[in-house]
């Protein structure tokens, strides 16, 4: 059954709101990925306060185990390398994304590309916590980067029809009370509900 037509929300065709959904994606992909280098940069140069600053930040989302991370001279990077390929890999399809799909496509894939692009990373993981396979940094990193990038995919999608949304509700006809109706009479309810002659050309006398 379809919903009501009031119901659905029309969207907007102009590609300005989603160009610009795009373009501040990118900037905060780009801005996380400069913490990420700049909390061990902050430390080298001797600006420890902003250094710790941005690790304790991040420590909230990743473990920051030294031994699975990679280091930017004598200190390790904001996150661990599996956490640096999901955000590297985020960050690079997001870029790309205009090159593959309409920003006006509001329809994801199907989930099954999801979970196939999280596989590799779970497999990995499972292999190294159990002992059977030892993890490196760089598988840690790649199989990051491809869930990640498949993720932009199931993402952007919903802040694209976000975009593309007209949020304006239209304006509802005025219903008129029991006692608005009674204080008209039959001619004046008939004068509202009969359109102008000026506004029909066709029914002028």
Request: hydrophobic content about 45%; proline content about 6%.
């Amino acid at each position: 059954m379809y919903a009501a037509p009031d119901s659905y929300i029309l969207q907007s065709g102009s590609l300005r709101r989603p160009l610009l959904t795009w373009s501040v994606l990118v900037f905060g992909c780009l801005a996380v990925l400069a913490l990420i280098v700049g909390a061990p940069a902050a430390l080298q140069t001797g600006h420890s306060f902003w250094g710790r600053a941005i690790y304790r930040s991040f420590s909230y989302v990743c473990h920051q185990l030294p031994e699975r991370s990679f280091f930017l001279g004598e200190h390790q990077f904001a996150v661990c390398a599996r956490c640096t390929g999901l955000y590297v890999g985020f960050a690079l399809a997001t870029l790309c994304y205009p090159m593959f799909r309409s920003l006006r496509r509001t329809e994801a894939p199907a989930r099954k590309w999801l979970f196939l692009a999280a596989a590799p990373l779970a497999l990995d993981f499972a292999l190294g916590f159990f002992g059977l396979w030892q993890n490196t940094h760089s598988s840690r990193f790649l199989t990051g980067a491809l869930l990640g990038g498949v993720a932009v995919f199931f993402v952007m999608p919903g802040l694209m029809d976000l975009s593309l949304r007209d949020w304006h509700t239209p304006k509802q006809a005025k219903v008129l009370s029991p006692s608005e109706m009674a204080g008209t009479n039959i001619f004046t309810q008939h004068a509202r509900a009969t359109p102008s002659d000026y506004s029909a050309p066709d029914r002028r006398i």
